[in-house]
């Protein structure tokens, strides 16, 4: 079987890959879409479980609203840290992101953006 690109990208970042599905995500936890078409990418091919459920269960309740908004693989790295260490894990990855975007703004000479 060739390697999915969000399964790469785990390996690639040193992160673990699960076996089955960790906190008690499972395919049979009624998280599946029954029938309703293909798995839900990342999370129910990988985990056995849908993006919402992964959040519900692996990330801090006064978090939740905002992690939705990250891609995969960002929700999945949170979802890993301890519940006390994801606020902070959450702003690391807003940096970075914002460091992204000003680059990305030098890059195509949009002067408008701040510094």
Same mark, same amino acid.
């Given at each position: 079987?060739?390697?999915?690109?969000?399964?790469?990208?785990?390996?690639?970042?040193?992160?673990?890959?699960? /076996?089955?599905?960790?906190?008690?995500?499972?395919?049979?936890? =009624?998280?599946?879409?029954?029938?309703? =078409?293909?798995?839900? !990418?990342?999370?129910?091919?990988?985990?056995?479980?849908?993006? /919402?459920?992964?959040?519900?269960?692996?990330?801090?309740?006064?978090? *939740?609203?905002?992690?939705?908004?990250?891609?995969?693989?960002?929700? #999945? /790295?949170? =979802? *890993? /840290?301890? #519940?006390?260490? @994801?606020?902070?894990?959450? *702003? *690391?990855?807003?940096?970075?992101? @914002?460091?992204?975007?000003?680059?990305?703004?030098?890059?195509? =000479?949009?002067?408008? !953006?701040?510094?």
């Amino acid at each position: 079987l060739a390697e999915s690109n969000e399964a790469a990208t785990l390996r690639m970042m040193g992160l673990p890959m699960p /076996e089955g599905a960790p906190g008690n995500c499972t395919r049979d936890s =009624g998280s599946r879409n029954a029938g309703k =078409g293909p798995l839900n !990418s990342f999370f129910e091919g990988l985990l056995g479980c849908s993006r /919402e459920d992964y959040i519900k269960r692996h990330v801090d309740f006064k978090l *939740q609203e905002h992690v939705k908004r990250l891609s995969d693989v960002e929700v #999945y /790295e949170i =979802g *890993q /840290e301890k #519940y006390v260490n @994801q606020a902070q894990h959450l *702003q *690391q990855l807003r940096k970075k992101q @914002q460091r992204n975007h000003r680059r990305e703004n030098r890059r195509c =000479g949009n002067a408008s !953006s701040a510094p």
